[in-house]
């Protein structure tokens, strides 16, 4: 079994994927969407979204990370994805599952799954622009506004040559909303044996990953937003899936990840950075810990990240 930490634009950046890595249970990384437009990006775009490239694209803790696209026109995102191998860069990703209507609008990410023929094309060509050691993945939802044309999408991107197929168990129009229509990949999977296929969506705990895992029929995960509420959530399931032990992370185990993580020691970034994404993160983490609720008050009103880290220092002495 494969556990890949989902691309989340805006939420899983550099800092988080160190971070969770860090933890354990994850065997492959992929990054939030580059957008290509109309052509080849110089190196250092590819280095901001993807500093893992001066690791030789591993994360701190060793996890490969691999450089997902976003775009409409097939010749250009075969040259980045050239770019980005070359950068080193494990495989490519390709993102058909983004619902923003922003990206939408400019005929990227989920809205491309109502054209099946143009998925096709785009995926085919980074295939065969990009040598055959490296792998092409995509990322797609059951559909655009319904799931009738699942089986079209999922048949283009197999036919197209694709090495792995990460299928969110969603529609454009679902969006994030609970439920997660895992028995719906089943079908598919039972379609083509010879391809990797990988279930995401709505997995927050061990349970929803077994239940994934048997309605979907996909023996591999990825992990987006339940990574962020459960931080060890990948450590446990592979655990698990391995017979083995695990001991769930304590509040202050967590503290001390994020104290220790160097978020808030990222000079690139705006000064208001860390508090945010502290602030961000703990609307995840109340849903697995009690305590989330009384630090997210205490630093509500703060924005200074020496403010912030001296909060959760406190916090963690108490806990």
Sequence with gaps: MKLILAPM???V???MRQLLTDIGGFDLCVTEFVRVVNQR???RVFLRYCPELLNGGYTRAGTPVRIQLLGQHPQCLAENAIKAIELGSHG???NFGCPAKTVNKSKGGAVLLKEPEQLYQIVKTVREAVAQEHKVTAKVRLGF????????IFDAVVQAGADSIAIHARTRRDGYRPPAYWHLLAPLVQRNADIEIVANGEIWSLDDAHSARNQSLCQHLMLGRGALAMPDLAAWIKAADQNKIHEKMTWHDVLYHIIHSSMHDDDTKAKRYFANRTKQWLGYLRRTYHQADQLFDDIRRLHDKDEVLAQLQCHAQRS
């Design 13 to 15: 950046d550099f800092k």
């Design 92 to 94: 490519i990703d390709l």
């Design 41 to 43: 990006l110089p190196r």
């Design 9 to 11: 634009e805006g939420v």
């Design 145 to 152: 506004d319904d799931t009738s044309r699942s089986s079209e």
